[in-house]
T-cell receptor, first 112, second 114 residues
Framework: RKEVEQDPGPFNVPEGATVAFNCTYSNSASQSFFWYRQDCRKEPKLLMSVYSSGNEDGRFTAQLNRASQYISLLIRDSKLSDSATYLCVVILGTAGGFKTIFGAGTRLFVKA | GAGVSQSPRYKVAKRGQDVALRCDPISGHVSLFWYQQALGQGPEFLTYFQNEAQLDKSGLPSDRFFAERPEGSVSTLKIQRTQQEDSAVYLC????????????FGEGSRLTVL
């Protein structure tokens, strides 16, 4: 089983729609969590951190459920420019330090 | 520039050739990571440095892969005797702090092994 799993999609939604992505992680010792965005043929960029209390940044809301070991990202009022791959990221402590583990990503297409 | 710089951006190698990929992190960033990203997949962890110390190399797929960061700044990922399955984008990322998921990525080096 992969350490971080995401629905690969693609999600095809119209502009203005609300879309949600989930991500599950297997190691209960995972320490912190993030969502990254990656445009086609570009490098990943940090979108937002994920906290147990949930956090919101404009149209984006991230939630963490430690008991069920999943993370979610909600995008409201989707824009064409939201089309990208969304990567779930988990930080895991290791004997040597820590490891940053990426999911395979969920592809989102927002259409006019 | 202010960002993470990687070179070469594109590399075509014949099977069996050795390649070296360079990463110049953001100045002052303590942590440096190498990832391998195949088409349609997320970045796969290869190795991690804290300053010049390589703290985790558990993701390196074979002993043909070697990374170094001798002075705690620029890093080089070397792949010996390249194979077709090594074809991927190699991403370097740096971070100003330890134990953080706030990574700043370079644009990557796209390696194609023929």
């Amino acid at each position: 089983r992969k350490e971080v799993e995401q629905d690969p999609g693609p999600f095809n939604v119209p502009e203005g729609a609300t879309v949600a992505f989930n991500c599950t992680y297997s190691n209960s010792a995972s320490q912190s969590f993030f969502w990254y965005r990656q445009d086609c043929r570009k490098e990943p960029k940090l979108l937002m951190s994920v906290y147990s209390s949930g956090n919101e940044d404009g149209r984006f809301t991230a939630q963490l459920n430690r008991a069920s070991q999943y993370i979610s990202l909600l995008i409201r009022d989707s824009k064409l420019s939201d089309s990208a791959t969304y990567l779930c990221v988990v930080i895991l402590g290791t004997a040597g330090g820590f490891k940053t583990i990426f999911g395979a990503g969920t592809r989102l297409f927002v259409k006019a | 520039g202010a960002g993470v710089s990687q070179s070469p951006r594109y590399k075509v190698a014949k099977r069996g050739q050795d390649v070296a990929l360079r990463c110049d992190p953001i100045s002052g960033h303590v942590s440096l990571f190498w990832y391998q990203q195949a088409l349609g997949q997320g970045p796969e962890f290869l190795t991690y440095f804290q300053n010049e110390a390589q703290l985790d190399k558990s993701g390196l797929p074979s002993d043909r892969f070697f990374a170094e960061r001798p002075e705690g700044s620029v890093s080089t990922l070397k792949i010996q005797r390249t194979q077709q399955e090594d074809s991927a984008v190699y991403l370097c990322a740096s971070s100003p702090r330890d134990r953080t998921g706030e990574l700043f990525f370079g644009e990557g080096s796209r390696l194609t092994v023929l």
